[in-house]
């Protein structure tokens, strides 16, 4: 290939790598530093590579104390499945600050579920196709096995007020 051939590709390739940056985690292409993992993990898997940033992440967050005890006070009886993806930047940052936040306002660990995804976003169980599920992280609020509520990619407010929003409205229920 000779140097204008290079030159015409050249173009096309930013143009891709600039797009591929732009789509955040709703992307679907394949990529390197997959994470095996797909389907319902514990959260020990959290504390080991290739997931080790969501445990600096756990410790680095920072949550608005005057939401804890609000949170508290509602999240009786409400379930949140977790859809995330080891390789999603939103993943690393929201997974983290949503356990720390869960742990904070006395969460049940029984009452968490978390669903690990590759870049399809596809499970064998049809669950993601269920939920609807095309952005991650996806957190599910649910009472009663009704959803209540979810967030998805990144809180519409702050994660505390999201939560808490969602949480009251399952009180109406």
């Not at 590709?9 to 997959?34: K, Q, W």
């Not at 998805?152 to 929003?165: F, K, Q, R």
Request: aromatic share 8%.
């Amino acid at each position: 290939m000779g140097f204008a051939a290079e030159k015409k590709t050249a173009p096309c390739l930013l143009l891709s790598l600039i797009l591929a940056s732009l789509s955040g985690c709703a992307g679907s292409v394949p990529g390197a530093g997959e994470v095996a993992d797909r389907g319902w993990v514990s959260r020990d898997i959290l504390e080991t590579p290739p997931y080790a940033p969501f445990h600096a992440g756990y410790d680095s967050a920072k949550i608005a104390a005057e939401f804890v005890p609000m949170i508290r006070a509602v999240h009786e009886g409400v379930d949140v499945t977790i859809f995330f993806g080891g390789w999603c930047s939103d993943s690393r940052r929201e997974v983290p600050r949503f356990l720390r936040l869960a742990d904070e306002s006395g969460f049940p660990g029984s009452s968490i579920t978390l669903y690990a995804l590759d870049r399809t976003k596809k499970s064998d169980d049809g669950l993601t196709e269920r939920f609807g599920i095309e952005r991650i992280p996806t957190f599910i609020f649910l009472k009663d096995g009704r959803e209540i509520g979810r967030i998805t990619e990144s809180p519409a407010t702050t994660l505390e007020g999201d939560v808490l929003t969602i949480l009251a409205r399952g009180l109406k229920r």
